[in-house]
T-cell receptor, first 113, second 113 residues
Framework: SQQGEEDPQALSIQEGENATMNCSYKTSINNLQWYRQNSGRGLVHLILIRSNEREKHSGRLRVTLDTSKKSSSLLITASRAADTASYFC?????????????FGKGTHLIIQP | EAQVTQNPRYLITVTGKKLTVTCSQNMNHEYMSWYRQDPGLGLRQIYYSMNVEVTDKGDVPEGYKVSRKEKRNFPLILESPSPNQTSLYFCASCRLGGTYEQYFGPGTRLTVT
């Protein structure tokens, strides 16, 4: 069953602009992960944020987590054409293990050159 | 190089002809799983395995079988494929007891006519 839901479903921006994607979920979580999928290829893990963290950075990626609102956002700064991909959030429910990992349906990001 | 491999990458077959999609990982991960990805439906889990000889159903197990005789391999079996099993399939693995970061295979695009 899917717990995470990304918003927007699709996003098109100009190269160099910042891209923000959001993820909402329904139940308490252990951690939330973001993945990238280039067209037709396997998902690649980008960044993980634990339930006791509020913000995390990795290169041009910034992830925030608001457990009171059950939501997370992924910000990609200074976007590049190579960032064109689908982005998925995945959550591990509290007390759960790998079998409790669920993915959202993804945000399709297009970076216009 | 740490990786998850799948074979074949592309397969076109006919209704009812049994097929197996292989999945292998070289990271000594305990957990392995299979997903199918369809437009508008996101990633849906078919089966997962917590360790050798331990398998369990995911969200959409009907029409599929799996086995886990060795830690590194987790084949997906379609005993009698039907056109509604036309999809993009991914195998994934992760270590148990950590953050459950998933490593994905490159995908198998299956068409059943």
């Amino acid at each position: 069953s899917q717990q995470g839901e990304e918003d927007p479903q699709a996003l098109s921006i100009q190269e160099g602009e910042n891209a923000t994607m959001n993820c909402s979920y329904k139940t308490s979580i252990n951690n939330l992960q973001w993945y990238r999928q280039n067209s037709g290829r396997g998902l690649v893990h980008l960044i993980l944020i634990r339930s006791n963290e509020r913000e995390k950075h990795s290169g041009r990626l910034r992830v925030t987590l608001d457990t009171s609102k059950k939501s997370s956002s992924l910000l990609i700064t200074a976007s590049r054409a190579a960032d064109t991909a689908s982005y998925f959030c995945a959550t591990i429910v509290s007390g759960g293990g790998a079998d409790g990992l669920t993915f959202g349906k993804g945000t399709h990001l297009i970076i216009q050159p | 190089e740490a990786q998850v491999t799948q074979n074949p990458r592309y397969l076109i077959t006919v209704t009812g002809k049994k097929l197996t999609v292989t999945c292998s990982q070289n990271m000594n991960h305990e957990y392995m799983s299979w997903y199918r990805q369809d437009p508008g439906l996101g990633l849906r889990q078919i089966y997962y395995s917590m360790n050798v000889e331990v398998t369990d159903k995911g969200d959409v197990p009907e029409g599929y079988k799996v086995s886990r005789k060795e830690k590194r391999n987790f084949p997906l079996i379609l005993e009698s494929p039907s056109p509604n099993q036309t999809s993009l399939y991914f195998c994934a693995s992760c270590r148990l007891g950590g953050t459950y970061e998933q490593y994905f295979g490159p995908g198998t695009r299956l068409t059943v006519t």
